[in-house]
């Protein structure tokens, strides 16, 4: 392994400190992120890797025995010891990991017997309630439906019946570009009564259809809606969804094989994702990830209306406050640095990760 450190250069002046190059000891390809901190965060990739970092600088490199040949799309992580690893991968390649003790020990928690199963992202409303994203598979009908698994005890995952989900179109699937084509409201749940704290789930499809499944009852009840963002090839579609509260959302996306192709690309809703409104920016790309930065406050005029956003494309990071343009970090014209994935602190600024063991902090 080698160690990576690139340049970064914004193209407008940031208001904060700039963004920080980290030390990853490693070149797999970086596609989870998981910030519990700016000192602990979690970071998966490629032939069963992950890194950890315990003081916000420097990360430790390790592989989860036996998974040699997964791609870990997805990391959650609740501390410096306890995290959940997602791989992507047609049928068993799919499966959710657990470690409680830093990963000295992994617990195989859930293998995708389905050969046409392919898992896309995973997230958690706390470190017993969490929900994992796969491709649709056909039901009994042979009716193709989108796979939903949920766990309430952190432990044991059971599948959302297909019988109260809606079915997906030919040639519909979902993308494991980022871990965040799956979203929900992360406020603390009671344990208690789970099902009556943050009960909306969304995800987001594309391929012949881009379009934004939400269920308002912790997956009982769906609705579907159709979404102006670019689709129709197996490369193209929504990538990323986010929402910052119950209404107000944003999706991002493209077509991978063609990522300088103008949009449509982009789009906001403020009706929790009933209906979407282009962004104006131009030109736009292909965006593989967005996330809200919830430390940050809406200003009080029209020009200052919403959330500060990340947006992740190849080549570049944007730090956006719409509908401002948005300030565009990108790697230095001799590097070959390219990002994929991002997440958001808690204190505010992103943590954003990418090929080759690319790590970024950005204030």
């Given amino acids: 392994m080698r160690t990576l450190l690139i340049l970064l250069a914004a193209t407008t002046a940031l208001a904060q400190t700039a963004p920080q190059t980290r030390i990853s000891r490693i070149t797999e390809n970086l596609r989870g992120v998981s910030a519990v901190s700016q000192k602990v965060a979690w970071a ?5 890797s992950y890194l950890r970092t315990t003081d ?8 989860v025995p036996g998974a040699e040949t ?8 609740f501390s410096a010891e306890e995290a959940f690893l997602m791989s992507s991968g047609p049928g068993d390649h799919s499966r959710i990991y657990h470690t409680a003790d830093a990963g000295r020990h992994w ?5 995708n017997t389905n050969g046409k199963g392919f898992f896309d992202s995973m997230v958690f409303w706390d470190r017993t309630h969490g929900i994992v994203l796969g491709d649709p598979i056909p039901d009994t009908a042979g009716i193709p439906k989108f796979e939903l698994l949920m766990t309430d005890d952190g432990q044991t995952w059971t599948a959302i019946p297909p019988a109260q989900l809606p079915a997906a179109l030919e040639g519909e699937a979902a993308f494991a570009a980022s871990n965040s084509c799956l979203a929900i409201l992360k406020a603390p749940v009671t344990p208690s009564v789970p099902e009556e704290t943050n009960p909306n789930i969304w995800f987001a499809s594309g391929g012949k259809a881009a379009r934004v499944f939400h269920s308002p009852d912790r997956g009982k009840t769906w609705e579907v ?12 579609g929504i990538f990323s969804i986010a929402f910052r509260d119950a209404t107000q959302g944003v999706i991002a996306g493209g077509d991978y094989k063609l990522p300088e192709q103008d949009g449509p690309n982009l789009a906001f809703t403020d009706d929790g994702g009933k209906t979407w409104t282009l962004s104006k920016i131009f030109p736009q790309s292909y965006y593989s990830a967005a996330v809200y930065d919830h430390k940050s406050k809406p200003g009080n005029s029209n020009e200052e209306a919403r959330d500060r956003i990340f947006l992740v494309g190849p080549k570049f990071i944007y730090d956006f406050r ?26 505010g600024g992103a943590l954003v990760v990418g090929p080759k063991g690319v790590i970024i902090n950005v204030p």
């Fill in 225 to 236: 809606f159709d979404t102006p963002i670019t689709h129709g090839t197996d490369s193209a």
């Fill in 322 to 347: 719409p509908p401002k343009n948005p300030t565009r970090i990108s790697a230095k014209k001799k590097s070959d640095s390219e990002f994929n994935a991002v997440s958001a602190y808690p204190q």
């Fill in 70 to 77: 997964l791609d870990f799309r997805g990391v959650v992580a």
């Fill in 107 to 111: 617990q195989l928690q859930f293998t």
């Fill in 44 to 48: 998966s990739g490629t032939h069963g």
């Fill in 56 to 63: 916000g600088r420097i990360w430790i490199p390790d592989q």
